[in-house]
Structure formats: structure tokens, C-alpha cells
């Protein structure tokens, strides 16, 4: 009996390490990334159908498309150095988006404005480096000529980890890439040959190139627990012969396409970074079926970034998209406000009011939300665009954006703006009021870069008027120092004398005042911002004074002789 106990206890025991083997086996050779993809998708569920869409696919399905199973790698650690693990999952974050794709600051304009981002309730930066990074090897061409270097890659991050900012780096994978095939190395993976905004996806060679872009800035942000890959307006997709074949050839459309690119994109980021997760902007979902993202399967791997910019805006109106997502299998959303850049592309002030709605209606849409989709907020990103893309000129500055930045921070933290939370703003910033609708703070301000604030502000409010009066106004200049009298050098003293003086002592002034602009300017920005913004929104008025100074310190001297021929 003794020996028949044992034997069937011995027996049990190897069938439990069986079991438990097979287990382990199953785990290890399990697949890491399998999107399925169906390449005949129907008719119904095109681009630009409707929201709400599902798909009936009563065709046949064909082969599916499967990631080949790929080594997980950690992101690697340096000998001696601790990988700590942050579980954010459950924090709500707020993240300010630095768009340095124009007027990228020095870094030690950061080291200021990293403290002051902490104290206002930000928890993580959004940074879109674009030509900013300092790229290597075959991507060196994508460098700007004051592209950050590796060692100021590293003290941004150094200086977030210090003020408990999370560093989030967004790298564009799709669309809005025109720094990239502007250069004629690149320029045969443009979707449409003519025009440098988006990939064709078609192209082996451009996949290869955004896994080495991706690999590059991921490999200098270790510490990072989220890529962002930008993916939206993804212009001119299925124009391109390759995709019109594509479509052809697969019975597939612009958004079967777009997914099929995505997924290829997060493959490599989930295979070869293990958990580094994932964000990307939703535009270009939202007309894509729900039957379309389901099948798709990128749910389990991204979350989508819900952007909306408009000053007022109801929870109804975002309802659609978020019940879409949900229903596509995603799990959790952020959402993405504006506190510059989005009131025009050569805006140079920005509307507190404006922005100032646009996150109480956020607000609004946060509150419905556990109504509206069973959907996890994750965090929402507060967009501070700098460009509009990378052919169009300076938006908002971040120092005058700054107090805009920091209404709409202290609006998300305290849940709406009162006098309380008007009051915070003030004393942080250093001013002694402010009046939204005239998009006006009055006092010193003590806030990094708030003597640039101040300087836009005249700038932007006096310089094109007092020349303008002095031009166009002066009736003494309209009647003896017209643009004829000029191009004959043709004058008299004494009736130039009447306001020379005075256009002598405007001229000084905003020289000096512009001198000033300028060295202020240069302490935040590089040489290539401090000329665009001049050139862009001081010479094209004070250009106009310089010219007619000259003009009349050249005919002066002439002393009333007869009129050019």
C-alpha cells in the first residue's frame, strides 16, 4: 500500500511538472504582435464614410498580415545605472507639447521655464524634436544646423527628472514630414512626388527609414515610458500611382492603407521596446469604420490623442469619436487642448479668452466622459504649435504664450477658472492683472522670458501704427517728402525741417528698443529665430522708416539744389 501511495504520488508530481512545462513553452513562443490585418475589407467602410460604420464582411477573408515573431528588448541601461519602473498608468497626465520644429529655445531658456511648467501643474512634456534631434550616421542631413546635442538631449531630460516632468519625444511616422523629404536623398518616398507632406508607405525603404529615426530617439530617451508617433493629417494619402495600386490590387481603401502603415509602425515599437507604450493623434481615425479598427487589431498597442482646438464646444460633439474608439476595442484616450498656435499661422499674440474655453469645454468633455464611452482617461497634452508645418512661418513665441500656458494649466488642475485660480496665475507669474478679453496682463511679471512678453506686446501693438501714422498722416511728408520728391532727390530744408526731428526721434527710439528686443531674443533663441521673427514682424515696418531716414538724411544734404532727372 505503502509503495502504490508513493508510486501514484510520484506520478502526479511528474504530470504537474508537465503541465507547468508546457505552460512555460506556450509562453515563451507566444506571439508578441499579431495585428491581423484582412487586406478585402467592404465597400461600406471606405475613408471618408461615416463615424459610426461597422463592417459586414461577407467576402471571402484572405490571408492575414502577421508580424514575424521579434526579440523584446528592454530599453538598454548603462553599466551601474538602475532602471527604475514608474507605474503612470493611474495618473492623470498633463503634458506640455514643445513644438521645436520653429524657434526651438536653448536649453537654458528650459532649465528656467521646467520649474515654473512643475509649479503650474504640468507633469510631463510633449517634446516634437523634428530637425531639432541630433541625428547620426545616414540621418545626419535631417540636422538643423542648431540641432540640440547629444549632451543637451540628456540635461532636458536630466532638468524634467528634477522637476518630475515625464519626457515624452513625438516622432511624426506618417504625415507632416516635410523635413524629412525636403531633402533630395528622401525625396522618392514622397506619397505624391510634387509635394514633401507625406510617406508612400509602399516603399520598403521608407519603413527602414522611420525605424531608424525611431531607434535613434528612443535609444537617447531610456528613461521614457511613452513614444508618441504623430501619424495625423496625413495629406494627400492614396493620390500616389503605388497606393492607387495598392487599393487596387488588395479591394482596399485609403484607410485600410493608412491602418496597414500604423501597424507596421507599432510592430517595430512593441517588438523591439518592451513597454514603451504608445500615443498618436486621432484625426486620421475618425473616419475609418469601427469594423476597420477592430480588424486591425492597433487598439492593444496605441492610445489615440483626441484633438480639439475650438474655444467652445460641447461634449456631444466629441461623443462620437470617443464611442467609435471604445467600440474598436481601445481601452484608454488622452485628449489634446491648445494654449498657442492654433488662431492663425502668423500669429504673434495669442487670445487668452480663446484658449482659456477651449479647456473648459475639455473640462466638460472629462466630466461626461464616464457617460459618454467606457473609456479611461489617460492624460491630454496642451498643445503649444510653433508652426503650422515646416514651411510656414513663427506662430506664438513661448514666452508670450506663457501666460496663456499657464491660465490654461491651473484651469485643468483646480477644474475651472475662478478668482482663486486667477489669483495663483498672477502671483506665479508676477503680474498684478489681467483683462482675458483683451488678451492683456498688467505688472512686471517675473515668469522666464517675460521681458520678451513685454517687448511682442509693443511690438505687436505699437510699431506698425506709430510708423504708419508718421508715414501716411504727416501731412508734411505727404505734401514736401512724397515718393516722387524721393526718387528724384528732390526737397526743400525748411519744409523738411518741419518733421524731420520728429521722424529722426521715432527712427532712434524703435532702434533702440529693437536693439534691446534682439539681445533678449538671442539669450533664449538661436540666430535662425531671432531673424525669421524680425524679419517676419519688425523690418516689414520699421524698414519702411529706415528707407525714408536715409532719404532724407541724403537729401538734406543735397541743400534744395534742382530735381533729379
Not at 46 to 60: K, R
Not at 252 to 273: N, R
Not at 354 to 373: D, K, T
Not at 452 to 472: D, P, W
Request: net charge negative; hydrophobic share 40%; proline share 5%.
Amino acid at each position: 500500500m505503502g509503495f502504490q501511495r508513493s508510486h501514484r504520488l510520484n506520478l502526479l508530481r511528474l504530470i504537474v511538472l508537465l503541465l507547468v512545462a508546457l505552460a512555460g513553452i506556450k509562453f515563451l513562443f507566444r506571439d508578441s504582435f499579431t495585428l491581423e490585418l484582412p487586406k478585402h475589407v467592404s465597400k461600406d467602410s471606405g475613408f471618408w464614410g461615416d463615424a459610426g460604420d461597422t463592417i459586414e464582411d461577407t467576402g471571402p477573408q484572405s490571408q492575414v498580415l502577421v508580424l514575424p515573431v521579434a526579440k523584446i528588448t528592454a530599453a538598454r541601461q548603462e553599466p551601474g545605472q538602475q532602471q527604475v519602473t514608474r507605474d503612470i498608468s493611474a495618473t492623470k497626465m498633463r503634458l506640455v507639447h514643445l513644438d521645436l520644429k520653429g524657434a526651438a529655445p536653448r536649453v537654458s531658456y528650459l532649465e528656467q521655464v521646467f520649474p515654473l511648467l512643475s509649479l503650474l501643474g504640468a507633469n510631463g512634456i510633449l517634446v516634437e524634436y523634428e530637425d531639432m534631434f541630433p541625428f547620426k550616421g545616414e540621418l545626419e542631413v535631417l540636422r538643423s544646423p542648431y540641432a540640440y546635442s547629444e549632451e543637451d538631449i540628456e540635461r532636458i531630460q536630466q532638468l524634467a527628472e528634477l522637476h518630475k516632468l515625464e519626457v515624452v519625444p513625438l516622432v511624426q511616422t506618417f504625415g507632416h514630414v516635410e523635413f524629412i523629404l525636403k531633402h533630395e536623398k528622401y525625396q522618392r518616398l514622397r506619397e505624391v512626388e510634387r509635394f514633401p507632406n507625406s510617406f508612400n508607405p509602399h516603399i520598403p525603404d521608407t519603413l527602414a527609414l522611420i525605424k531608424s529615426i525611431l531607434s535613434q530617439v528612443i535609444e537617447k530617451h531610456k528613461r521614457s515610458t511613452w513614444i508618441h508617433i504623430g501619424a495625423d493629417e496625413v495629406f494627400h494619402l492614396g493620390e500616389g500611382m503605388d497606393s492607387k495600386n495598392w487599393m487596387s490590387h488588395n479591394k482596399g481603401d485609403t484607410g485600410t492603407m493608412y491602418l496597414s502603415h500604423i501597424k507596421e509602425v507599432l510592430g517595430f515599437i512593441t517588438t523591439q521596446y518592451w513597454g514603451l507604450r504608445a500615443l498618436m493623434w486621432d484625426d486620421m481615425l475618425r473616419k475609418i469604420s469601427v469594423g476597420a479598427l477592430q480588424e486591425s487589431g492597433i487598439a492593444k498597442h496605441v492610445s489615440p490623442v483626441v484633438w480639439f482646438y475650438a474655444p467652445d464646444f460641447e461634449a456631444k460633439q466629441i461623443a462620437p469619436f470617443l464611442t467609435k474608439y471604445a467600440e474598436s476595442g481601445f481601452e484608454a484616450v488622452w485628449f489634446a487642448s491648445a494654449f498657442k498656435g492654433t488662431t492663425g499661422p502668423a500669429q504673434t499674440w495669442p487670445p487668452l479668452s480663446f484658449h482659456l474655453r477651449n479647456h473648459l469645454s475639455w473640462l466638460r468633455v472629462m466630466e461626461a466622459l464616464p457617460q459618454l464611452a467606457p473609456l479611461r482617461l489617460q492624460g491630454i497634452v496642451l498643445t503649444g504649435w510653433q508652426r503650422y508645418d515646416h514651411y510656414s512661418v513663427l506662430c506664438e513665441l513661448l514666452p508670450v504664450g506663457i501666460p496663456s500656458l499657464a491660465i490654461c494649466l491651473q484651469t485643468l488642475v483646480t477644474g475651472g477658472f475662478t478668482e482663486e485660480t486667477k489669483k495663483k496665475v498672477l502671483d506665479v507669474l508676477g503680474f498684478e492683472s489681467m483683462q482675458l478679453e483683451q488678451s492683456t496682463c498688467e505688472g512686471r511679471g517675473v515668469f522666464p522670458g517675460a521681458e520678451i512678453y513685454h517687448m511682442v506686446e509693443q511690438v505687436n501693438g505699437h510699431l506698425r501704427e506709430s510708423i504708419h501714422k508718421a508715414l501716411e498722416e504727416e501731412s508734411a511728408i505727404k505734401g514736401w517728402f512724397s515718393p516722387y520728391h524721393r526718387k528724384h532727390q528732390f526737397g526743400n530744408p525748411r519744409n523738411m525741417e518741419s518733421f524731420g526731428s520728429k521722424v529722426l526721434k521715432l527712427h532712434e527710439d524703435w532702434e533702440s528698443f529693437i536693439r534691446d528686443l534682439r539681445t533678449h531674443l538671442e539669450r533664449v533663441y538661436y540666430p535662425d529665430t531671432v531673424e525669421e521673427w524680425m524679419e517676419e514682424n519688425v523690418n516689414p515696418y520699421l524698414d519702411q522708416l529706415r528707407d525714408l531716414v536715409q532719404d532724407y538724411r541724403a537729401i538734406i544734404r543735397l541743400n534744395a539744389r534742382p530735381k533729379a532727372t
